[in-house]
């Protein structure tokens, strides 16, 4: 008589033994993938993480703004220029802005007061760019639209306000300007990449300050000298600081090795003088 | 009564040679024929070889029981080791002569050739690699004298492999080669062995699933696949005394035949 209560007790220590293979296989695989979905996990937040920064600061700025002409306005001449101070540089067409439809039209289009944004997107071809994400506008803009609603704009015409409207909106903005240039700069500072160098420089550039200027071009350029912006910025802040003769020997010597058109057209300018 | 059924399903694959549970697969019955037509013609020796288990025994009590009818056939099953003893046991099945002293191989081809026989008789040598060499090559210059044919078989290894290569080579006219049985047979074979003995419920038991797993184990060997199913129905048999509960009579299990295998050496825990 066979022992099955012992043949059993074999039989399941057989299967056992021959499904561990398939076991472990599974663990493995169910390991592997969850080691790769983490890592994945980790590189999504990696590159999602500079965009936050950026679109904090955005909204950090709009606020700021709004809230110093919040306190240094009345109520009445704080709306328009808001309003102002969120149609970017465009301070000429104040006047006609004030203007009940105007504001209307205007909402729509409404963007951060970070006009640098739009210059490095028109200018350079740089990293940062791609931080820079279009969903952050949206964000902001709908923030805003919905203070201009509140505050009933529509029905305010002064045109009394307009000059006073006018110098504070060139104050904030050159702050923001320079809060930015900061954060930039403190940006630069512990990531040293030559994109934000650039535009440091380009930002130094155009709020004149040309000693600051060539100071990042030449900064970005000893990082990386392919960077062919680097190499006008540099001239042209030459140029700026006096120093025409070492602009035109530097555009000189870098056409003769990458042949630039860019870099041919600001010779001729700086030549002619054209150059603004 | 199901226990009953197990019983004589577990007897129908007891390891026995014997020419009666010779069953017809048709790779079988093809090589058997061809076997049988070998027999009939003017050769001096026939080689039937194989793995062990894969049925040479049955084979040639087959041919033995088949052709013992019409032919002088003589059957050696368990091999004579030694010289003297195999020559006095040649001379009384062919010359019906029984010595009671000494008979060498010089003596016994003496005898053999002064003899004058008119249906050379068959000499089936079973496990043929058992003799030794130097009877081997006493049996090859008796068979060169035409009075006697050898139907031999031999496990097939390397060292019987190169027997065959020395001492036949030259005189074997036919040599078959006995494989395993495949799934489909293997089939077939379980199903005709239980269905010659009436056991038709066994028969129904065995689906391709657990022939396939059966082939798997025993890939195809007959004698494994004896072994296994013997242990299979001493387990059935087992559980219809103790626990009928516990198992299916419609399929066999594979558990049930996994546990066979166990018992019987086949897989290991």
């Given at each position: 008589?066979?022992?099955?209560?012992?043949?059993?007790?074999?039989?399941?220590?057989?299967?056992?033994?021959?499904?561990?293979?398939?076991?472990?296989?599974?663990?493995?695989?169910?390991?592997?993938?969850?080691?790769?979905?983490?890592?994945?996990?980790?590189?999504?937040?990696?590159?999602?993480?500079?965009?936050?920064?950026?679109?904090?600061?955005?909204?950090?700025?709009?606020?700021?703004?709004?809230?110093?002409?919040?306190?240094?306005?009345?109520?009445?001449?704080?709306?328009?220029?808001?309003?102002?101070?969120?149609?970017?540089?465009?301070?000429?067409?104040?006047?006609?802005?004030?203007?009940?439809?105007?504001?209307?039209?205007?909402?729509?289009?409404?963007?951060?007061?970070?006009?640098?944004?739009?210059?490095?997107?028109?200018?350079?071809?740089?990293?940062?760019?791609?931080?820079?994400?279009?969903?952050?506008?949206?964000?902001?803009?709908?923030?805003?639209?919905?203070?201009?609603?509140?505050?009933?704009?529509?029905?305010?015409?002064?045109?009394?306000?307009?000059?006073?409207?006018?110098?504070?909106?060139?104050?904030?903005?050159?702050?923001?300007?320079?809060?930015?240039?900061?954060?930039?700069?403190?940006?630069?500072?512990?990531?040293?990449?030559?994109?934000?160098?650039?535009?440091?420089?380009?930002?130094?550039?155009?709020?004149?300050?040309?000693?600051?200027?060539?100071?990042?071009?030449?900064?970005?350029?000893?990082?990386?000298?392919?960077?062919?912006?680097?190499?006008?910025?540099?001239?042209?802040?030459?140029?700026?600081?006096?120093?025409?003769?070492?602009?035109?020997?530097?555009?000189?010597?870098?056409?003769?090795?990458?042949?630039?058109?860019?870099?041919?057209?600001?010779?001729?300018?700086?030549?002619?003088?054209?150059?603004? | 009564?199901?226990?009953?059924?197990?019983?004589?399903?577990?007897?129908?694959?007891?390891?026995?040679v014997n020419a009666r549970d010779y069953i017809q697969v048709d790779r079988v019955s093809t090589i058997y024929q061809s076997l049988k037509d070998s027999v009939n013609k003017p050769l001096k020796m026939i080689l039937l070889y194989g793995k062990p288990g894969t049925g040479k025994s049955m084979f040639l009590t087959k041919?033995?029981?088949?052709?013992?009818?019409?032919?002088?056939?003589?059957?050696?099953?368990?091999?004579?080791?030694?010289?003297?003893?195999?020559?006095?046991?040649?001379?009384?099945?062919?010359?019906?002569?029984?010595?009671?002293?000494?008979?060498?191989?010089?003596?016994?081809?003496?005898?053999?050739?002064?003899?004058?026989?008119?249906?050379?008789?068959?000499?089936?040598?079973?496990?043929?690699?058992?003799?030794?060499?130097?009877?081997?090559?006493?049996?090859?210059?008796?068979?060169?004298?035409?009075?006697v044919k050898f139907v031999i078989t031999l496990h097939k290894t390397e060292k019987e492999d190169l027997i065959a290569k020395e001492h036949f080579q030259t005189r074997i006219w036919e040599t078959i080669e006995l494989e395993n049985a495949s799934a489909v047979e293997l089939k077939i074979y379980i199903q005709k062995k239980?269905?010659?003995?009436?056991?038709?419920?066994?028969?129904?038991?065995?689906?391709?699933?657990?022939?396939?797993?059966?082939?798997?184990?025993?890939?195809?060997?007959?004698?494994?696949?004896?072994?296994?199913?013997?242990?299979?129905?001493?387990?059935?048999?087992?559980?219809?005394?103790?626990?009928?509960?516990?198992?299916?009579?419609?399929?066999?299990?594979?558990?049930?035949?996994?546990?066979?295998?166990?018992?019987?050496?086949?897989?290991?825990?």
């Amino acid at each position: 008589m066979l022992n099955l209560h012992q043949l059993e007790s074999q039989w399941l220590q057989y299967k056992l033994k021959s499904l561990l293979p398939y076991f472990i296989i599974f663990i493995s695989l169910c390991i592997i993938i969850i080691v790769l979905s983490s890592f994945n996990f980790k590189e999504k937040t990696k590159t999602v993480e500079p965009k936050k920064e950026l679109s904090s600061i955005n909204q950090k700025d709009v606020n700021t703004s709004i809230d110093a002409k919040n306190n240094r306005t009345p109520s009445t001449q704080t709306k328009p220029a808001i309003i102002q101070d969120l149609k970017d540089t465009q301070i000429t067409t104040s006047k006609n802005l004030i203007h009940t439809q105007k504001i209307e039209e205007d909402k729509l289009v409404i963007k951060p007061s970070l006009d640098f944004i739009r210059t490095m997107q028109d200018n350079s071809p740089h990293d940062y760019n791609s931080y820079i994400a279009p969903e952050v506008a949206p964000k902001s803009t709908k923030k805003i639209v919905q203070t201009i609603q509140t505050a009933k704009i529509e029905e305010i015409v002064l045109d009394t306000n307009v000059e006073e409207v006018k110098k504070q909106e060139i104050k904030i903005k050159r702050r923001d300007t320079q809060d930015d240039i900061q954060h930039v700069i403190k940006r630069f500072k512990e990531s040293n990449n030559p994109a934000l160098s650039l535009f440091i420089a380009k930002k130094y550039y155009e709020l004149k300050n040309y000693n600051q200027s060539y100071n990042y071009a030449l900064i970005t350029n000893q990082i990386n000298k392919d960077i062919e912006e680097s190499w006008l910025l540099f001239a042209k802040s030459l140029y700026k600081l006096d120093q025409k003769e070492k602009a035109i020997e530097i555009l000189d010597k870098y056409i003769s090795s990458s042949h630039s058109r860019r870099a041919e057209m600001l010779l001729e300018n700086i030549k002619s003088g054209k150059i603004k | 009564m199901k226990s009953s059924i197990f019983e004589n399903s577990k007897n129908v694959f007891l390891d026995t040679v014997n020419a009666r549970d010779y069953i017809q697969v048709d790779r079988v019955s093809t090589i058997y024929q061809s076997l049988k037509d070998s027999v009939n013609k003017p050769l001096k020796m026939i080689l039937l070889y194989g793995k062990p288990g894969t049925g040479k025994s049955m084979f040639l009590t087959k041919l033995y029981n088949d052709l013992s009818t019409t032919k002088t056939v003589h059957l050696y099953q368990t091999p004579i080791l030694d010289d003297i003893e195999f020559f006095k046991q040649l001379a009384q099945d062919l010359l019906d002569v029984k010595y009671q002293g000494e008979l060498n191989f010089t003596q016994f081809m003496k005898i053999i050739n002064e003899h004058s026989i008119d249906d050379i008789p068959i000499v089936l040598l079973d496990e043929a690699q058992l003799y030794s060499n130097s009877l081997m090559e006493k049996i090859r210059l008796l068979s060169d004298t035409r009075k006697v044919k050898f139907v031999i078989t031999l496990h097939k290894t390397e060292k019987e492999d190169l027997i065959a290569k020395e001492h036949f080579q030259t005189r074997i006219w036919e040599t078959i080669e006995l494989e395993n049985a495949s799934a489909v047979e293997l089939k077939i074979y379980i199903q005709k062995k239980l269905m010659k003995a009436n056991c038709f419920d066994s028969a129904n038991m065995f689906h391709s699933k657990s022939v396939n797993l059966i082939y798997k184990i025993t890939n195809g060997n007959y004698r494994d696949t004896n072994k296994l199913l013997y242990t299979l129905f001493d387990i059935y048999n087992s559980y219809m005394e103790n626990n009928p509960s516990k198992i299916d009579t419609n399929k066999v299990s594979n558990k049930i035949i996994e546990m066979a295998a166990l018992h019987t050496g086949l897989l290991h825990a």
